[in-house]
């Protein structure tokens, strides 16, 4: 599952969106003052999804994290988070809350297909695999219908 998500997003890019440490600022007072914004990019030195720490994943959460990603940051980071996941065993920042249809991310735009199926497979994964209650009911909730169905012969 790891591989086949590394091989997925492999082109992604942060590109312009919004860092996990910039989260911070824009949940903070001010909320997101520009000078403040810029300073905490900085922190982000990653080039790769890949190359996000997990120490990044596990602090930033409360305040900053998911919530306050830009949909080019949610796509950057979401492969990070989900690899996160598979190899601790722990739901990083609720990581399924952030998946479901309702939450005013319009994912069927944001992800390309081979993306939102190697969403889906994930979720089932987790569920199989960790049996995790919180992965099914996002998946139930939408991303069961992108899981590949396998063709008769």
């Not at 599952?1 to 312009?16: P, Q």
């Not at 990044?56 to 994290?65: A, N």
């Not at 993306?115 to 987790?126: D, G, M, P, S, V």
Request: charged share 30%.
């Amino acid at each position: 599952m790891l591989a086949e998500i590394r091989r997925v997003f492999a082109t992604v890019e942060r590109g312009g969106g919004v860092t996990l440490h910039e989260t911070r600022v824009l949940d903070g007072p001010g909320h997101g003052a520009e000078t403040a914004r810029r300073e905490a990019r900085l922190q982000d030195t990653d080039q790769h999804w890949w190359e996000v720490r997990d120490e990044w994943i596990e602090t930033i959460c409360g305040i900053g994290g998911l919530s306050f990603l830009d949909d080019e940051g949610f796509r950057y980071y979401l492969p990070a988070y989900m690899s996160y996941w598979l190899r601790t065993g722990q739901e990083p920042c609720s990581l399924s809350f952030h998946l479901r249809f309702h939450n005013g991310r319009d994912f069927d735009n944001l992800f390309s297909p081979a993306e939102k199926a190697t969403i889906a497979t994930f979720l089932l994964h987790l569920r199989r695999q960790l049996h995790d209650m919180e992965a099914e009911k996002t998946l139930r909730k939408g991303w069961r219908c992108y899981l590949q169905v396998p063709k008769k012969t």
